[in-house]
């Protein structure tokens, strides 16, 4: 009964108040919309940067495009020209591709992870500097592409390679690495492996160190023995977020490469197409011969190789 009073009286003062309850409305309202407020600025930022820029290119690839004239929608013959009529990507590109992909993407994931566990066992100043040491290659790679590594493969007895090389006994006369068909795409990868600790390192690293020690020590009384059985049974589980961030950008880094053949060798295409990846084959097509429609297919097909893989991480390492 007391309780049929007091519904009744709140249902007199919501019809004896309205204007108040309509202000309280309207400012909760408000307050609702403040989170799309701050969510604006990167919004405007991805939709110009990314989903337009997806939108065009899908665009152009169904398009005859040499940047002078309008494009002229030819259908589907760019993407039939590419499995059918180009002969250097089904076999030069595609093959180098996949086979730098396949060492370069799990093995320079793994070496960060790694690289990031064994950090994390170290106190916070050495840490801190080796970190900064393994990450600074991802940062400063095109200068050191262009600078570092052609000192150490020159094809001059004053190469470091050729050097020790002709000092061990293992050749008798230089060899011109980057211009050797046999080397190229085998310093690429070394040199790709070795700027890869890039943010995903550092996301790993952070992941490794911010696992829950009381973990650690129930793991021990559970009969945990050894450190190998905490990396597999607490480690990697604790930081599944940070593994498939690191994985994604493993995999982005290993397809969107293109700058290291190009800078080793000095010319696009490499030569005899021996480190020639998708992306120097898109800029080829696209910067060097103008033809926007065929090279906007290809970054179409690069884009879905993309996904496939980022979605495969995304199964391994989600949570849900």
Known sequence: M???????EAAVEMKTEPPMLKKHLQKAKRINKTPYLFLLPYLLLFLLFIIIPIVMA????FTNFNTIERPEFIGFLNYLNLLTQDEIFMQYVLPNTVLFAVIVGPGGYILAFLLAWSLAQLTRVPRMILALIFYSPSMTS??????VWTIIFSG???????????????ITEPLI????????????IVVALWSSMGVGFLAMLAGVLNVDETLYEAGAIDGI??????????TIPSMKPQMLFGA????????????IGVQLTGSNPTPNYAGQLIVNHIEDYG????????????????????YVFAHISKKLFSET
């Open 2 to 8: 007391q309780k049929a009073d007091h519904l009744s």
């Open 58 to 61: 899908i665009y152009l690839s």
């Open 142 to 147: 095109g200068v050191a592409m262009a600078v």
């Open 156 to 170: 001059n007895q004053a190469g470091y390679a050729n050097s020790l090389l002709i000092r061990w006994g293992i």
């Open 177 to 188: 690495f980057l211009q050797d068909t046999r080397f190229i795409l085998l310093i690429m």
């Open 225 to 234: 023995k050894n450190r190998f059985q905490e990396l597999i049974y607490i």
């Open 248 to 259: 994604v950008m493993a995999i982005v880094n290993t397809f969107a490469t293109g700058i």
């Open 287 to 306: 910067f060097i011969r103008f033809e926007m429609g065929y090279a906007a297919a290809l970054s179409v097909v690069l884009l879905l190789i993309i």
